[in-house]
């Protein structure tokens, strides 16, 4: 399946709307995570908008900076080889102090790693399906707009290092999905190439399909529809959230039950709670990227500024839209909007830090530069 192009300008709008989308969501669905929908209820009613004073994302956005990072270096041409010496220069090899980067699929990888154990064992841990490599797939779609077998290639080629089975699958499904949204193809065809790189009987096609056939029925209001969606996909009783099969399901059926309004989609995916600031973000990523930036509200858009490196230090100073930039043609006329930056950005409950400053701060992973003058196209690769 090969997607056309709808024209470069609207591909990077696109591309904003991607992963502006994805750090819009994860913020405002981080204070609800882990929790129930009647637990959001009893705090905060329906969460309509952000809940927190100081609104910042998680690992989600930062570890999608990461794999962003490592795409616009290598491009098409990326190898397990290449995934696993960023995963150890950038983050296992690094003096850190006590772990803060992320969740179990993260930890889990990282101990693997620094045990000198390679890919694909160090993938061979007890979160292999979590839903970690999700979060970081967007940029993969953004990359392969209109190809959303490339896409799914790349992603799971990123993915050999930390995940396997269901956690490859969801990956895929949302790299997919965004390349499909990043050319203008209409939320049935995105659902459809979501579908179309996983295996068919696989948790990760059972439970998208589910959520997505719950979210196109009436529902007398919205709560309805999202108690329907979660019911269709979340295990009862079971003690873990970030199930790659649950979170995919639970995104594409925010964005189906939205009919892929921006605003609704990553609402809808918050008030379902569970890991809801990756299902946000998984939400947020494909709205964004199926009507670009512009159908971001402002008030969100600049509350996104560039990450502190709270989960990954490496990745401190860096803005999702550089890495939008990054991944986007050289030859495409400059859209007319442009979200002021701001200081926010962090990794769950560990907060402080100072603020980033601007999007070019901070030290640059090995070859690439965070500055936007300086930074080469993924095109070409960045030396």
Not at 8 to 20: E, F, K, S, V, Y
Not at 45 to 71: C, H, K, N, Q, W
Not at 325 to 351: F, K, M, N, Q
Request: hydrophobic residues 45%; proline residues 7%; neutral net charge.
């Amino acid at each position: 399946m090969e997607l056309k192009a709808d024209g470069t300008a609207a591909t990077a709008d696109r591309a904003r709307g991607a992963l502006l989308g994805l750090a819009v969501g994860d913020a405002l669905g981080a204070p609800a995570e882990n929790m129930r929908p009647s637990e959001i209820r009893r705090r905060w009613g329906r969460i309509e908008g952000f809940v927190s004073d100081d609104p910042a994302g998680t690992d989600d956005t930062e570890y999608a900076i990461f794999s962003g990072l490592l795409l616009a270096r290598h491009g098409s041409a990326l190898t397990v080889s290449h995934v696993e010496r960023a995963w150890h220069h950038w983050i296992a090899d690094l003096d850190e102090g006590p772990f803060r980067g992320a969740g179990f699929s993260e930890r889990g990888t990282l101990e693997n790693l620094r045990r000198g154990l390679a890919a694909p064992i160090s993938a061979q841990h007890r979160h292999a399906w979590s839903d970690g490599l999700a979060m970081r797939a967007a940029p993969f779609g953004v990359f392969a707009a209109g190809r959303p077998a490339e896409a799914a290639r790349l992603v799971a080629v990123d993915g050999r290092v930390s995940h396997d089975g269901e956690g490859i699958y969801g990956g895929q499904a949302v790299a997919a999905g965004v390349a499909a949204a990043m050319v203008g193809a209409g939320l049935a065809s995105v659902i459809a190439a979501a579908l179309s790189v996983v295996p068919m009987d696989s948790w990760t096609a059972r439970s998208l399909r589910r959520a997505v056939s719950a979210a196109q029925r009436p529902y007398p209001d919205r709560l309805a529809a999202e108690r329907a969606v979660r019911s269709a996909v979340v295990i009862g009783g079971y003690p873990w959230t970030d199930l790659a099969p649950e979170a995919v399901g639970l995104a594409f059926g925010a964005l189906t039950a939205a009919r892929g309004d921006f605003r609704e989609a990553v609402l809808t995916a918050v008030n379902m709670g569970r890991d809801a600031d990756t299902t946000a973000a998984v939400a947020g990523a494909l709205a964004g990227a199926l009507h670009g930036a512009s159908a971001i509200p402002r008030d969100w858009s600049a509350a996104i500024g560039p990450v502190r490196g709270s989960c990954l230090p490496s990745m401190r100073g860096y803005h999702v839209l550089d890495i939008a930039e990054l991944l986007t043609p050289d030859d495409v006329e400059e859209p007319p909007y442009a979200p002021p930056p701001s200081p926010h950005g962090t990794c769950g409950a560990a907060r402080g830090g100072g603020p980033a400053g601007s999007r070019a701060a901070g030290a640059a992973p090995p070859g690439v530069s965070p500055s936007h003058e300086a930074a080469g196209r993924a095109g070409r690769g960045v030396r």
